[in-house]
């Protein structure tokens, strides 16, 4: 078996390099393309390249290609690592390679073949049928909520990766995405407010007072006990409640987009600087 490794400086002539050796190939034999800029061409050719089970380039199963590009353009590492802009293993141009923290690395990466979804930060539960968004911070896992479609998870991944990955995201191609998108914001426009499972309401903190026939609200916030007046209609007693939750500073008051971007920079402020 041959495992050829064939260096080219760009598309074109890497392709038909690729068409040329193929044709003689034998069926275990493997062809890999690199692309590298025109100034390493020199000192890359006197190397022993190999690829590795990942697909990165590897100079005699040591050191990454891509890193020892970047020594050679005359930037350190410190704390920080070599990330491809396109995405794309074999493609080492220097104008493909910049430094990035472990986080903005992650951002860049591609969705995971072996998940419940073709999206990046979209799980599917079983339990409810739903589509669940994730967004990863800082070794934390934020939940966006639960959709309804997998398009809508997958918008709502871009909306938290566009302001918090900025350039390093890598964001999900999903068809109508225009159209999807005031749905989603509607969405996480909603007032954030626990569910209960007892009682007259489903919103958190607001009940009906059965001998007066009157709604009322009850919130707790910092071991402290909040009441609002009474009201005859419940769409004007939720709205109360939300308002004191607001004044007073829960979570629950706020809406689900304020929720989540609050989370996440609490973990971004306890996070590891580079």
Known sequence: MKNIVEISINYQEAYKKFHEWNLNLREDDQFHLILISEEDRNWANNLKIVIDKTGYARIGNNKFLHTEVLHYMGLKLDGFQADHKNGIKWDNRRENLRLATPQQNCFNRKARSDR?????GVLFIKKTGLWHGTFGWEGNCISLGDFQTEDQAAVAYNIFAK????????????ENEEKILPKVIEY???PYMKKRFKGASKIYGVYFHKRIQKWWGKVGFNNKLYYTKYFYNKSDCEKAVQDKLKEIGSDHGMTQLERLKKKIYECKKYAKTY
């Open 116 to 120: 419940s979804s073709k999206y990046k």
């Open 163 to 174: 302001e918090f990955a900025g350039e390093f995201a890598c964001l999900n191609k999903i």
């Open 188 to 190: 996480l426009s909603l």
